[in-house]
């Protein structure tokens, strides 16, 4: 099975949202302003045939979305289509185009409201400030339009339902002033209104150019439907369904844009519609309405129905915009922040901040430069439109047993036709002097545009590497039978995990038995191949509480007399620490010393020298502040105190000792549990091996695990050391030695991690948080301590060894690559854990591993961490030099070729 990954996004939208959105996508301004326009184009019959003519055009377009959107119903759209059909390149000037098509309207619209505004009470515009390309800009013209953009901009980040609903009531305001005039027309027009306007030109020929002029520039006031492809993912209707809302969004926009023509041209004649035209306003649409209902307010009636239509349009792509952002951060195509959802709306409310912002500057440009960017932004639709035509085509040889809900009969005909349309458009914009073709300066907007692509693209390729281009699918459970009855089995698992009260399920009983019965019987071998027995031993006595630290002398009085304390180059002495525990000892009547030479990634050759100063001096005890670089130097220092020789012949079982000084350990992170057990993690650094010190005298004699030694950590160093206790757990968990009370100190911690570690990062942690996670960092070090670690840490350890990165970073670069090719050794457990991180199934655990990871700041690659290609094989070899017990100790069967492999992927 693919990766795929559960969708982070609420199902929200209905049958009637996504119609709307489409619908009020392609219903803008346009039907109140030009309408007189279209017919002096192409005459009255003229400009409706040219309107069907070209929603034919666009219906060939719909066409091929309307089967890829319910086979690929990912957020993104275009991207998704693009990137399956034609890879990372294609996807990336595909959603890039759309892109721009989206701002630009969204921009356009922000000053296209506060002109609707001007027609409605021609007095609004006060206070002069300036002119733009002969527009000129008035105070309460910018007022109006940076508060609606405001508005928008909060609708959208507020949630994807709030946004419909607003969509909603204003798509009826529009469906009900053209009802209106159209019902209109019905009683007050005249057919003989029509004469001498039904087409434009001296002959038939003339004439069919005529329909073909208007035909031409048509299809860009279509331009909307593809914004229910870019929020598929949030929409809760069979998937069939979404293709033949399309669809008949399309259709019902050229039904609207017809019969508006129809009424405007049966109410009102040539000579009207053309005085209309050189009125000033041009609003022949507002004219016929008045005539039809013989008064002026019902011009004002319909201008607010226009009014409306601005805003649904502007609604509907800042959705469409801010999603398709959305899918190329997901793909490291731009900064991975645009990626980020609400917690609590679930809309990506970076992206929709960012085309808010956009949206409140652009009137500053005046609409005449809107006017431009616009077009430009138009042509960006219709090279978009053109790539998923032809992507429509691939897929159907690429991969032509994708399920396809909405499958298009005669694909090759469609595909044909879709291809030249949309080609047809771009050529238009092309061609100088076409009705379309852009002017120099939209060219150079379009060109700038491009160039910031090229900038994106060079530069995100080369910061994130292989991850650049990554798409991870969207589980559906309509396209997936399978993975749906597994997730439905986990999901009344997990009720049934939360407790008796949360029990309940909708899920068909007999669905559920089937689907637990399939997992169990691929997981039997797996989880029964022995009676269960076990040995537990963990004699660490731990002293945990806020404020301890100040009773360290009478806590370790008993223990000795003269202490050495282990730190440190600086930071113990910088919070104050230091000074703290040396002067409880001074009250106790105990001696102390500093030895402050440990680093990150402690080396061999550092204890060695401790250990020296400690016999030297006569050091009767051991203390160690810091985290688990510092504690762990003191355990090799302690241990080393007692014994003769060098530590890495007691690190490789040449030697053996069982005699160590008393041992003290005082955590300053959150992470290493180093202070509960009895490992000590060192580097030679003449070989670069990484590798534990393993012996029962250097489990501490006293631990003093106080939560405020941990507050003065800096954010990067929580996250890291909080994923270190993170990976401590969950790899105890799915070890092949874990057992009964492993298991129930891991599950107890993982919660306590996934809840506090989080608002630590953001700086929003309470004492709580940090007696949480100071705890859970403890017990990932008893459960380590009994179980062992496993494939994660056992490839991480080479890492920080040859390339001294922080413990905690290569660990997050690691994890999600191992578990996603582990998860099948134990699929219970992963499964569980998934589900404790909100996904379902064994699957969804990498996935979710890695979101949990952005939510601290360490969504990182081994190329980030200055690993290599040409630093696998040594990686490899030292993987199981080091760590061959670890590898062991991992569910599954891991051979050489697997990891060198895991190292690639994790690149």
């Known amino acids: 099975m693919a990766q795929k990954k559960s969708s982070e996004f609420d199902k929200v939208f209905s049958v009637w949202d996504i119609l709307v959105i489409a619908f009020g996508a392609m219903i803008g301004w346009a039907w109140v302003v030009s309408t007189g326009d279209w017919i002096q184009r192409g005459g009255v019959i003229g400009a409706m045939l040219g309107f069907g003519l070209g929603g034919l055009m666009i219906f060939f377009i719909g066409l091929t979305y309307a089967e890829l959107t319910p086979a ?291 009137p500053l440009l005046g609409r005449k430069m809107l006017v431009w960017i616009v077009d430009a932004g138009n042509l960006a639709c219709c090279v978009a439109y053109c790539m998923v035509a032809i992507s429509f085509v691939i897929l159907r040889k690429k991969e032509p047993t994708m399920p396809r809900p909405y499958k298009v009969k005669h694909y090759k005909f469609v595909g044909a036709m879709a291809i030249l349309m949309s080609g047809f458009m771009v050529v238009m914009y092309c061609i100088p002097g076409s009705a379309a073709a852009l002017v120099p300066v939209e060219w150079a907007f379009v060109g700038g545009w491009a160039v910031l692509g090229v900038f994106f693209y060079i530069g995100c390729k080369a910061h994130y590497g292989k991850k650049f281009g990554t798409l991870v699918q969207v589980a559906n459970d309509e396209l997936d039978k399978e993975y749906a009855l597994e997730r439905q089995a986990a999901a009344s698992i997990a009720a049934s995990e939360a407790g008796p009260k949360h029990a309940e399920t909708t899920v068909g009983e007999a669905e559920v038995s089937v689907a637990l019965s399939e997992a169990k019987a691929t997981t039997a071998a797996a989880t029964v191949t022995a009676p269960a027995t076990f040995e537990y031993h963990l004699p660490v006595d731990i002293v945990f509480g806020a404020g301890k630290v100040a009773q360290t002398g009478d806590i370790v009085k008993s223990l000795g007399s003269k202490a050495l304390i282990v730190t440190g180059r600086s930071s113990a002495k910088k919070t104050g620490l230091y000074d703290k525990v040396k002067d409880s000892l001074t009250a106790a009547g105990i001696e102390s010393g500093l030895f402050d030479k440990v680093q990150s990634n402690p080396l061999t050759t550092t204890v060695m020298d401790g250990a020296t100063l400690a016999k030297s001096d006569g050091y009767d005890m051991v203390i160690a502040i810091g985290g688990g670089s510092v504690m762990d130097s003191a355990k090799g220092i302690a241990f080393m105190a007692k014994n003769d020789g060098d530590v890495n012949d007691y690190i490789y079982g040449r030697k053996s000792g069982d005699e160590a000084l008393p041992l003290v350990l005082i955590p300053t992170t959150c992470g290493s549990g180093s202070e509960a057990n009895g490992f000590a993690v060192l580097t030679n650094p003449d070989t670069g091996d990484k590798k534990s010190l393993r012996c029962p005298a250097i489990v501490a004699s006293k631990s003093i695990v106080d939560p405020e030694c941990m507050m003065t950590m800096p954010k990067g160093t929580v996250a890291a050391a909080g994923f270190d206790a993170f990976c401590h757990c969950f790899e105890a968990y799915t070890a092949n030695n874990a057992q009964p009370f492993t298991d129930a100190l891991a599950l107890y911690a993982i919660p306590l991690i996934l809840e506090s570690l989080p608002k630590l990062y953001a700086g929003e942690g309470t004492l709580k948080d940090w007696e949480q996670m100071s705890v859970a960092a403890t017990i990932g070090g008893m459960v380590i301590g009994t179980a062992g670690i496993t494939l994660t840490h056992a490839m991480e350890h080479p890492v920080s060894g040859l390339k001294d990165v922080t413990h905690g970073k290569g660990l997050a670069a690691l994890a999600p690559a191992v578990v996603n090719a582990t998860w099948q050794g134990n699929r219970f457990k992963f499964g569980r854990l998934a589900r404790m991180m909100g996904g379902y199934t064994a699957e969804d655990c990498a996935e979710k591993i890695r979101g949990f990871e952005r939510s601290i700041g360490l969504d990182l690659t081994l190329s980030d961490l200055g690993v290599s290609e040409e630093d696998i094989p040594w990686l490899t070899d030292n993987c199981l030099k080091v760590s061959p017990a670890n590898v062991k100790n991992t569910p599954g069967s891991i051979s050489h070729d697997d990891i060198a492999e895991l190292y690639r992927a994790a690149l």
């Open 72 to 362: 690929m119903p990912d957020c993104g759209g275009e991207h998704v289509f693009s990137y399956r059909a034609m890879g990372p390149t294609g996807s990336f000037v595909c959603t890039w185009a759309i892109i721009l098509g989206y701002v630009s309207v969204v921009c356009f619209e922000a000053c296209a409201l506060p002109t609707v505004v001007t027609y409605l009470f021609p007095s609004f515009l006060q206070g002069y400030l300036y002119t733009v390309a002969g527009f000129d800009i008035y105070a309460s013209w910018l007022a109006v339009a940076i508060i609606l953009a405001i508005f928008i901009t909060y609708i959208n980040i507020r949630g994807a339902k709030t946004a419909a609903i607003l969509q909603t009531i204003l798509t009826c305001i529009i469906g009900g002033a053209g009802i209106l005039l159209i019902v209109g027309s019905v009683f007050s027009g005249d057919a003989s209104n029509l004469d001498g306007q039904m087409f434009v030109g001296d002959n038939g020929g003339s004439a069919f150019n005529n329909v073909l002029r208007v035909a031409m520039m048509t299809p860009f006031y279509f331009i909307g439907f593809d914004v229910i492809p870019q929020a598929a993912e949030e929409i809760n209707v069979p998937l069939k369904k979404i293709a033949k809302m399309l669809l008949l969004s399309i259709l019902l926009a050229v039904a609207f844009y017809v019969l508006i023509i129809f009424s405007v041209g049966l109410v009102l004649d040539s000579g009207a519609i053309e005085a209309s035209q050189e009125s000033g306003s041009g609003l022949v649409t507002a004219d016929a309405m008045a005539v039809a209902f013989k008064t002026s307010v019902m011009a004002k009636v319909l201008i607010v129905g226009g009014l409306c239509g601005v805003v649904t349009s502007w609604n509907s792509f800042m959705i469409g915009g801010s999603r398709a952002m959305y899918s190329m951060a997901e793909s490291y195509m731009i900064p991975p922040v645009f990626g980020k959802l609400h917690k609590k709306y679930k809309t990506p409310y970076v992206s929709v901040a960012l085309i808010g912002l956009l949206s409140c500057l652009a």
